[in-house]
């Protein structure tokens, strides 16, 4: 009888592909590896302004939301990355890890081995650092981290207009503190995307124990007398794991895989005829993201990336990155930003910032014919908790997927301040000479019921979804804090589902860091070669 893999991976994302090429170190450990896209083929896949593409639609499920009731019933685009590298081959590449406090909060919650540095080693062996080479950062690992090859002239003034109002520019945000306005370091190198699949499976691929499948979609986890023997693709292959199934499909994905193998809320898979293998209540709760609101003004000129819309100018900036590996196409679109406080006494920064040098850059926003500058706002720690449920028993169906954004009146109310600080910064002198009028919101909105009304209309996720699988000390969570799903043997999982709380950031580092320390983990505990932990 032909063995199969020791190891059968869900998911080629970001912690997916960290995971696959960590375990696959040691020789004689065979890896399998399934995703549910395609191949990273195409160029914009691996060019940085190629982001603005990606929201669009590119290499995405295509899901949405369900109406949020608490914003007028507005259904919102929900980006997921489908394709290999996940959400790290269409994201905006900003790299930024959290603050040190999410961590530690992790730790006081009772998720021992999480606090602060016990992962910050983790950030530092994921990391090839082209600026930064201290306790906070490292070089040599396989993930490009780099400066920003494109700035404007207009970041710069940004960063005046933010001092003036009393906001520092700070060099490294993810360095001793958050606090301030920077330009984002970006996972980048040498001017090209390092998502997890170029960064960690690409040089890797070589290897006779790793095994990468894509566009092979996995139906359920196959569950026999308590334990994940397998999984079953949607063409009916069913495919079966020595050692452990790790589910690694993002904090989307891993609830709607568990609910279709039965496991989840027993009430809601019985509804919907799915056989109950484990009630698990929490799986698919405690869904937490970001709700991105921006400014958008009209520039004075060809201040902004916008120009390079037309035809013959997309041309020649092309030529340029392929001369050069600058100019447009080297632009993440959204490299500037930082971190600042809608609430004076929160513990530490509570808003995020990232300026778009654009507009209508992601899908549904509005672009200025003329050009333009868009400046978005995020409040970091979020009070609402929404879920993830299945429309059905069939794994073609689109998942109900309910952020619950705003349901929390205190959302709300740091929403609106951080879109109103926004307004200031981009009001400031020092940006003057770039930008001709404000033109959303617009003088038209002045009371918290017409910012209101504007942010149901103009808002967007943050692409920062988490916490639908959440890691805890107790029964009631869904994963153990060695990521071990509760009630079922040999299945774990790995990815931002695992989250007990978002962290205060983008989460694509922090994604990263679950693969590097997870695969520590699961060779320690299958006496591989390689443990650390």
């Known amino acids: 009888m032909t063995r199969g893999p020791d190891f059968i991976i869900i998911g080629g994302g970001s912690a997916g592909c960290v995971v696959a090429a960590r375990l696959s170190e040691d020789p004689d450990t065979n890896v399998l590896l399934l995703e549910a896209g395609g191949g990273d083929w195409n160029p914009f896949f691996h060019v940085p302004a190629g982001f603005a593409k990606m929201t669009k639609g590119m290499a995405s499920w295509g899901w949405e939301t369900v109406p949020q009731r608490h914003m007028k019933d507005r259904v919102f685009n929900y980006t ?3 394709v290999i590298g ?26 021992v081995g999480w606090g602060y540095d016990d992962v910050l080693p983790y950030f530092r062996k994921s990391e090839d650092n082209d600026t930064f080479e201290n306790r906070f950062h490292g070089k040599g690992g396989p993930l490009g ?3 920003p090859r494109a700035p404007l002239p207009i970041c710069e003034a940004y960063f005046e207009a933010a001092a003036a109002l009393g906001i520092p520019k ?14 984002y370091q970006l996972t980048q190198r040498n001017a ?3 998502s997890a699949a170029m960064a960690y499976l690409a040089p890797n691929r070589h290897r006779k124990n790793l095994s990468v499948r ?17 999984v079953e693709l949607v063409d009916g292959t069913i495919l079966t794991a020595e050692r452990e199934v790790i589910l690694s499909s993002g904090a989307i994905g891993s609830p709607r895989v568990l609910q279709l193998s039965g496991i989840g809320p027993a009430d809601h898979l019985h509804s919907l005829g799915v056989p109950v293998v484990l009630d698990q209540p929490q799986v698919g709760a405690n869904l937490q993201d970001h709700l991105d609101l921006y400014c958008i003004c009209e520039v004075s000129g060809p201040h902004t990336y916008d120009r390079f819309a037309k035809l013959h100018l997309s041309a020649l900036a092309g030529l340029q990155y392929l001369l050069t590996r600058r100019g447009p196409v080297a632009s993440s679109l959204f490299e500037t930003g930082g971190f600042w406080y809608a609430d004076p006494d929160a513990r530490s920064p509570d808003l995020q910032f990232h300026l778009g040098l654009g507009t209508g850059i992601e899908k549904g ?14 409040y970091l720690r979020p009070r609402s908790r ?6 059905s028993r069939d794994p073609g169906e689109a998942p109900l997927i309910d952020p619950n954004y705003l349901s929390d009146p205190r959302d709300r109310e740091m929403s609106i301040r951080g879109l109103k600080l926004t307004q200031e910064i981009l009001g400031e002198k020092a940006l003057a000479p770039f930008i001709r009028r404000e033109q959303l919101p617009g003088p038209g909105v002045r009371t918290d019921a017409e910012y209101f009304d504007f942010v149901c209309e103009h808002s967007k996720t943050s692409h920062h979804c988490t916490g639908t699988c959440r890691m805890g000390p107790g029964e009631e969570a869904v994963v153990d804090v060695r990521l071990r799903l509760n009630g079922i043997d040999g299945l774990r999982i790995v990815d931002n589902s695992i989250m007990p709380t978002v962290i205060s950031s983008n989460t694509n580092a922090a994604a990263i860091m679950i693969g590097e320390k997870a695969a520590d983990m699961i060779k320690a505990d299958n006496g591989l070669s390689g443990a650390s932990s």
């Open 80 to 82: 997921q990355g489908k």
């Open 86 to 111: 996940g959400g790290s081959a269409i994201n905006a590449q900003i790299y930024t890890r959290g603050n040190p406090l999410d961590y530690d909060d992790w730790r006081q919650r009772g998720c």
């Open 145 to 147: 981290v780099s400066q």
């Open 170 to 183: 700070n060099p490294d945000i993810n360095g001793e503190t958050q606090d301030g306005v920077c330009y």
């Open 192 to 194: 090209r995307r390092s």
């Open 214 to 230: 894509t566009r092979a979609q996995v139906k359920r986890i196959v569950v026999g007398n308590g334990r994940a023997t397998g």
């Open 365 to 378: 926003v509005k672009t200025m014919p003329d050009g333009g500058v868009t400046l978005n706002s995020c």
């Open 386 to 391: 929404g879920t993830v449920r299945l429309r």
